[in-house]
């Protein structure tokens, strides 16, 4: 089954400190990978995707994420994390083969001390 | 810059009634869904709809759950009889094409009394 993992719960980092959050996939097709970001009782707001080509993307508010098909990955990455950034990340998955829908991972909460 | 709304943003019914929650795309995408997020826990596919049917549903999609898109602007996703557990937050996402970028709604919060 299609499944995406976010292995962690929960991250803190201070404020100007490097920040990457891990997302695995499991599909056997070629997916297509977003990260969203969700503040408390807000909306879901879109970082970045990949569809194809260059596999390092950047995406807004400074964040970037690379592909590694061999690791089945896609980590998100800031080199220096702002107070805002605290919210709650997504890491989605949709295959075409399997229909439209994104499958979503369980999210890691940022949470970033000054 | 265009987006996808959500009415109301909040609902509060008792259990076993019907509510609807409605939805605004993006008034040139053409592939419209549902998730909901259940406090705490993830964002779960509900159901994608495309040319005026459901393209795919999930399994908490049963049959107390319908999708319709009335007229030309609106989006809905009616629960007819509802229960404590469809308590979540739903939000609505259009796409433009086929795996295409998905633009999510803020979401309506559904608490079931």
């Known amino acids: 089954a299609q499944s995406v993992t976010q292995p962690d719960i929960h991250i803190t980092v201070s404020e100007g400190a490097s920040l990457e959050l891990r997302c695995n996939y499991s599909?056997?097709?070629?997916?297509?990978l977003f990260w969203y970001v969700q503040s408390p009782g807000q909306g879901l707001q879109l970082l970045l995707k990949?569809?194809?080509?260059?596999?390092l993307v950047q995406g807004i508010k400074g964040f970037e994420a690379e592909f590694k098909r061999s690791q089945s990955s896609f980590n998100l990455r800031k080199p220096s994390v702002h107070w805002s950034d605290a919210a709650e990340y997504f890491c989605?998955?949709?295959?075409?083969?399997?229909?439209?829908?994104?499958?979503f991972g369980a999210g890691t909460i940022l949470r970033v001390k000054s | 810059e265009p987006e996808v709304t959500q009415t109301p943003s909040h609902q509060v019914t008792q259990m076993g009634q019907e509510v609807i929650l409605r939805c605004v795309p993006i008034?040139?995408?053409?592939?419209f869904y549902w998730y909901r997020q259940i406090l705490g826990q993830k964002v779960e596919f509900l159901v994608s709809?495309?040319?005026?049917?459901?393209?795919?549903k999930s399994e908490i999609f049963d049959d107390q759950f319908s999708v319709e898109r009335p007229d030309g602007s609106n989006f809905t996703l009616k629960i007819r009889s509802t229960k404590l557990e469809d308590s979540a937050m739903y939000f609505c996402?259009?796409?433009?094409?086929?795996?295409?970028?998905?633009?999510f709604g803020q979401g309506t919060r559904l608490t079931v009394v």
């Open positions: 599909y056997g097709a070629t997916p297509y």
């Open positions: 709809f495309y040319n005026n049917e459901i393209s795919e």
């Open positions: 989605a998955v949709g295959v075409k083969e399997y229909g439209n829908k994104l499958v």
């Open positions: 008034s040139n995408h053409l592939y």
């Open positions: 990949y569809f194809s080509g260059d596999t």
């Open positions: 996402a259009s796409t433009e094409g086929e795996n295409t970028e998905a633009f």
